[in-house]
């Protein structure tokens, strides 16, 4: 790392053997996770067009680039699209952390922003932008302090594109970092605002209604959809299977 920038060139051959081995091994995923010295605020990832081309065409397997500022996680369908608005040359990728305040203009008025962390995430082909995939979705994923932001909850979170732009989200905390899904590249900003999250037919004086905002809060439950929990519903055998696995996942370990 050299001014508190790192970056990293893939070469063909390398993505090749990962598909090869991705395969052998029955995998979902290609990971990518340069390795650099020291410590860097930003961190690009250079990637072949052929070789991305290689990873749509040979495989379905997702691409995972993990860097130590941010991770992203991209459904083989959605690498498709980026390959598509991707010109002939090679495809770069970047995970930028930002001071918070930098984008504070354009967040809501009261936004939280004492303990939020930003992240800034885009690819480019030699000279052009690619901020959308073809409307389709990929994960970033964000480390944060495990003080300030428990494992299992959901926060308020905010991506903020290039021209000012707010769309207003949340970021659920998974193993220390926080997980965003997103349609376009964009600057991050995760705040320690936990969600809090009104289903319609759950009325605040219901006898059950502090246990529901209580998992749906730890990730335990989101609802039939988002709005309706459809608390005199009948419970499926494969609902109780979720609420039990997404407990486990999110119960602190002992």
Sequence with gaps: AQNGEA?????????TDAIAAAKADGAKEIVIAP???????????ELPKTAVNDIVE??????????DVGSIDIPNDTLSEILKAAGSTDIAMSV????PTAVKDSLPAGAKLENAVAVEFSISSGDKTIASFGGKALKVSVPVDAKKFADGKTYTAFVVSA??????????????KAVVEMHHFSTVVVTDQVVSVTFTDVA???????????AAANGVTSGTDAAHFSPDAPCTRGQIVTFLYNDFSTAPSK
Excluded: C, R
């Excluded at 970056?7 to 993505?15: F, G, L, T, W």
């Excluded at 605040?204 to 209580?214: E, H, I, L, R, S």
């Design 58 to 67: 040979s495989s379905d397997a997702a691409l995972n680039i993990q860097t």
């Design 35 to 45: 390795v650099g010295k020291g410590s860097a605020g930003k961190v690009s990832v």
């Design 204 to 214: 605040a004086g219901a006898y059950y209604y502090d246990a529901v905002q209580w």
């Design 96 to 99: 930028e952390k930002v001071n």
């Design 163 to 176: 021209d000012g732009k707010v769309e207003s989200t949340t970021a659920k905390i998974v193993g220390g």
């Design 7 to 15: 970056a990293a060139a893939v070469d063909s051959k390398a993505v």
